[in-house]
């Protein structure tokens, strides 16, 4: 089975910075594209970042400027580097890859989600 494990999140300041990191692991056999989301209190899952198996990228427009992500291929991570946070960065934040895995076609998979909360 494949399983996406978040960490990095917490409380901090706004203005201050933090950096996500999931990494995937089971039966994998690739992975395309990688990507982050994060979903606030009474709003939809929103896409926030997401770059794919040849490094291409695309940011949500709330975090051009502030958030970067990137990945490590041969340790099958993803991260996000998160700068200048606002209050409305709140949310709580997951991973999401899409993997081709030994014991089943490509699919989604979802992290369990870790919380960001910036203080103003």
């Known amino acids: 089975q494949v399983q996406l494990v978040e960490s990095g999140g917490g409380l901090v300041q706004a203005g201050g910075s933090l950096r996500l990191s999931c990494v995937a692991s089971g039966s994998i056999l690739s992975i395309n594209s990688m990507a982050w989301y994060r979903q606030a209190p009474g709003s939809q899952r929103e896409s926030v970042a997401a770059?794919?198996?040849?490094?291409?990228?695309d940011y949500a427009d709330a975090v051009k400027g502030r958030f970067t992500i990137s990945r490590d291929n041969a340790k099958n991570t993803v991260y996000l580097q998160m700068n200048s946070l606002k209050p409305e960065d709140t949310a709580v934040y997951y991973c999401?890859?899409?993997?081709?895995?030994?014991?089943?076609?490509?699919?989604?998979?979802w992290g369990q989600g870790t919380q960001v909360t910036v203080s103003s």
């Open positions: 770059i794919t198996n040849r490094g291409e990228i």
């Open positions: 999401n890859a899409a993997i081709l895995s030994r014991f089943s076609d490509r699919r989604n998979y």
